[in-house]
C-alpha cells in the first residue's frame, strides 16, 4: 500500500493534517521514506510544509537560527557555520547529507540523532509552530518529550547562541571512515580562563535512548586545569546516569568503555 | 488512489507524468520512464546504487519522493553519453576494470560526476569521501578511486 503526501503552505492546515492516524510530517525523508519502503503498515500519508522559512539560515552577531528543513549539506558549505562543518560532515554520505535535515535529526533514534547532540551542547532552542501558535522548547525537554508530547509537533526551525570561537568541539567515533554509524557521539562547549577550565557542556550520544547530557562530568571540570589529571575526576564520572545502547553497530558495555576515552581527547584536543 | 502530475527534466528532456502520490523518484524513473541506470539495491539509503543528480547535488532516488522534485533538473547515469561518445567517467571506469557486476556502477559514476562538478582536481581523499555511501560489492574499491581520477586528469589535459 502505498503512502501519499499532502504538501501544504500553511502550518495550521498542515498540523491539522499532522493530527490523523497515520500521518507523519516529511523532513528530507531519509527515515521516513525508508520506513514507507520496508512497508510499515502505520504510515499512511506524509505530511510536508512548503515554507522558506523552513529553509533559511540566519546567522546574526550572537545568534544563529536554522530552520527545521535546513540540510546537513547546506549547513557544511554555509560560510556562518564553520564551527558546524566537524558535526555535519559526519552524518552519512554526501547523499543522505542532501536530504538529511535539522529537524528529521531531532526525531532521529540513536544511533542516529548526531546533529541533535550538536544542539544540546549549544544548549539550543526547538521552535515549534501549529495549530495553537509558536512554542519554544529548550532542546533538552523538546528530546524528553519527542516521542510523546512533540511526537506529532512541527519543528520550525532550532536557535542557539554562537559559542565564544575554538570553544565547540564534537567527535563521533565509528567503526567505518570516512561514514559510519556512531559508537559514541560527544559534543561539547568549552572555556577556560587562566589555564584552568570555566566553562563546560557536553552531550552524548548513544548512551541512552536520546542525546543527554553529562551533568556530573560538567561540573567536574569546572576550575580543572585541561590537561590528563585535570580531567581525570571529570571522565571517571563521565557514564554517570547514562544506559548505554546496545545494536548491531557496538554492544552497551562496550560504549560504556569506550566513553571516557573518546571524551578525554575531546577535552585535550588543543591543550 | 490519488495521481498527481509531475513535471521535471530528464537528461536533458521534459518529462510529464501522471504517479500515484507518495511515488519514489526511483519508482518513476525505473517503472515510468524506463531509464534503468538508477538501480534500487536496499531501499534504505545504504547502498547508494540510485543516487541521481537533483539540481546538481547527489540525492537517493529510492528515498526522495517523485512529487518533490517537480520542476527540478535531474540527471543519471544513463543520460551522460552524448551523441555515442561516453562520459570521461564512463570511459575511465571501463579502461580501470572499475566496473564488474556492473549493479554499483550507476550509482558510482553519479556520485563521482557530482565531485568532479564542484571539483575538477580532485585528492585521493576527496573521492573516497564522494563515494562514501556507495557499496560495490566488486571491485574492492580501489580500481574506482583510481578510475575517478584518471577522469578528473582527462578532464584536465582535454581542457589544456
Ligand atoms: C544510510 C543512512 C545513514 C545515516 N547516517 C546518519 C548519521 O551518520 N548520523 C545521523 O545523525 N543520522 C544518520 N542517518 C539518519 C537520518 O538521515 C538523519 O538523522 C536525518 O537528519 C533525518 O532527517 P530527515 O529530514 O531525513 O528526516 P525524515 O526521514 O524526513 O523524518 C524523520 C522523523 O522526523 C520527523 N520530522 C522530520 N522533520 C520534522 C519537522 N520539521 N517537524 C516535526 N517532525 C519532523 C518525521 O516525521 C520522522 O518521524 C542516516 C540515515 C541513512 C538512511
Ligand atoms: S537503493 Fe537507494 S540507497 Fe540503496
Ligand atoms: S561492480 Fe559489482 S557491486 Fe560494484
Known amino acids: 500500500m502505498s503512502v501519499t503526501l499532502e504538501t501544504f503552505t500553511d502550518i495550521a492546515a498542515a498540523a491539522a493534517a499532522l493530527a490523523a492516524p497515520g500521518a507523519a510530517y516529511l523532513g528530507g525523508g531519509s527515515l521516513l521514506v525508508r520506513r514507507a519502503n520496508e512497508g510499515d503498515v502505520a504510515l499512511t500519508h ?47 554520505g554526501p547523499a543522505i547529507r542532501n536530504a538529511a535535515t535539522v529537524g528529521g535529526n531531532l526525531y532521529a533514534r540513536a544511533p542516529y540523532g548526531d546533529f541533535a547532540v550538536a544542539l544540546l551542547a549549544l544548549d539550543a532552542v526547538v521552535h515549534l509552530g501549529g495549530r495553537s501558535g509558536e512554542r ?4 533538552e525537554d523538546f528530546l524528553a518529550k519527542r516521542g510523546t508530547a512533540f511526537a506529532k509537533a512541527i519543528v520550525t526551525a532550532v536557535s542557539f547562541a554562537v559559542p565564544a570561537n575554538g570553544t565547540f568541539r564534537f567527535i563521533k567515533a565509528s567503526r567505518v571512515r570516512p561514514k559510519g554509524l556512531s559508537v559514541v557521539t560527544i559534543a561539547a562547549v568549552l572555556d577556560t580562563r587562566g589555564g584552568l577550565i570555566s566553562f563546560a557542556r557536553i552531550a552524548l550520544g548513544c548512551l541512552a535512548d536520546r542525546p543527554m547530557r553529562a551533568r556530573a562530568a560538567e561540573t567536574a571540570l569546572i576550575g580543572r586545569a585541561q590537561t590528563p589529571e585535570g580531567i581525570a575526576p571529570a571522565l571517571a564520572l563521565a557514564l554517570e546516569g547514562t544506559t548505554p545502547i546496545t545494536d548491531a553497530v557496538a554492544s552497551g558495555w562496550y560504549r560504556g568503555a569506550v566513553l571516557p576515552v573518546h571524551l578525554g581527547r575531546l577535552l585535550l584536543a588543543d591543550a | 488512489m490519488a495521481k498527481v502530475a509531475i513535471r521535471f527534466l530528464l ?3 521534459e518529462k510529464a507524468e501522471f504517479v500515484e502520490s507518495g511515488t519514489t523518484l526511483l519508482d518513476v524513473l525505473r ?39 517537480e520542476g527540478c533538473t535531474i540527471e543519471t547515469a544513463g543520460g551522460l553519453a552524448k551523441d555515442g561518445v561516453l562520459h570521461p567517467l564512463q570511459i575511465a571506469f571501463a579502461d580501470g576494470f572499475a566496473t564488474q557486476c556492473g549493479f554499483c556502477t550507476g550509482g558510482m ?10 571539483n575538477p582536481a580532485p585528492s585521493r581523499e576527496d573521492v573516497i569521501e564522494a563515494i562514501s555511501g556507495n557499496v560495490c560489492r566488486c571491485t574492492g574499491y580501489e580500481p574506482i578511486i583510481g578510475a575517478v581520477l584518471a577522469a578528473a586528469r582527462a578532464n584536465s589535459t582535454n581542457k589544456a
Open chain 1, 46 to 92: 506524509y505530511v510536508r510544509l512548503a515554507d522558506p522559512a523552513l529553509r533559511a539560515i540566519e546567522v546574526c552577531p550572537g545568534r544563529v537560527r536554522i530552520g527545521a528543513g535546513v540540510t546537513m549539506g547546506e549547513i557544511l558549505r554555509h560560510p556562518g557555520l564553520d564551527f558546524l562543518g566537524t558535526a555535519a560532515r559526519l552524518i552519512g
Open chain 2, 109 to 118: 559514476i553519479v556520485a563521482s560526476k557530482a565531485l568532479l562538478d564542484r
Open chain 2, 11 to 13: 537528461n536533458g528532456s
Open chain 2, 31 to 69: 517503472e515510468k520512464l524506463a531509464d534503468f541506470s538508477p538501480k534500487g539495491g536496499c531501499l534504505q539509503g545504504t547502498c547508494g546504487a540510485c543516487s541521481v543528480l537533483v539540481d546538481g547535488e547527489i540525492r537517493l532516488a529510492c528515498l526522495t519522493l517523485a512529487e518533490t522534485c
Open chain 1, 136 to 139: 519554544d522548547v529548550p532542546v
